[in-house]
Nanobody, 126 residues
Framework: QVQLVESGGGSVESGGSLTLSCVASRNIASPYCVGWFRQVPGKEREGLASLQIGLGETTYAESVKGRFTISRDSAVNTLHLKMNSLQPEDTAMYYC???????????????????WGQGTQVTVSS
């Protein structure tokens, strides 16, 4: 088992940047997947970015490609999501997730991600 705790959410103006962090309760042995998702009330959760540890493959949703960057700091069991050029449509609750013993990461299937953080709110004003 692994617990995930997000932080770094807040309010920013349009065009601004924000970096989210997700701390895992323990080190995870490769291979595994880590990722970021977001959800607006009443809408389906959207996969944003994933990082496969073992192969090093990174994927991004088209909605955030070129603006968001996923990275990991293994020394402190922490995952980051650097978000640039934020727009009001990026306003959502952001979640980190993990899938153990995974060689492939599927951002389209929430069911394939067993571990989730509690979420951190990001609000972008116009």
């Amino acid at each position: 088992q692994v617990q995930l705790v997000e932080s770094g959410g807040g309010s920013v103006e349009s065009g601004g940047s924000l970096t989210l962090s997700c701390v895992a309760s323990r080190n995870i042995a490769s291979p595994y997947c880590v990722g970021w998702f977001r959800q607006v009330p009443g809408k389906e959760r959207e996969g944003l970015a994933s990082l496969q540890i073992g192969l090093g493959e990174t994927t991004y949703a088209e909605s955030v490609k070129g603006r968001f960057t996923i990275s990991r700091d293994s020394a402190v069991n922490t995952l980051h999501l650097k978000m640039n050029s934020l727009q009001p449509e990026d306003t959502a609750m952001y979640y980190c997730a993990a899938a153990l013993r995974a060689w492939r990461c599927d951002l389209r299937s929430q069911e394939s991600w067993p571990y989730w953080g509690q979420g951190t709110q990001v609000t972008v004003s116009s």
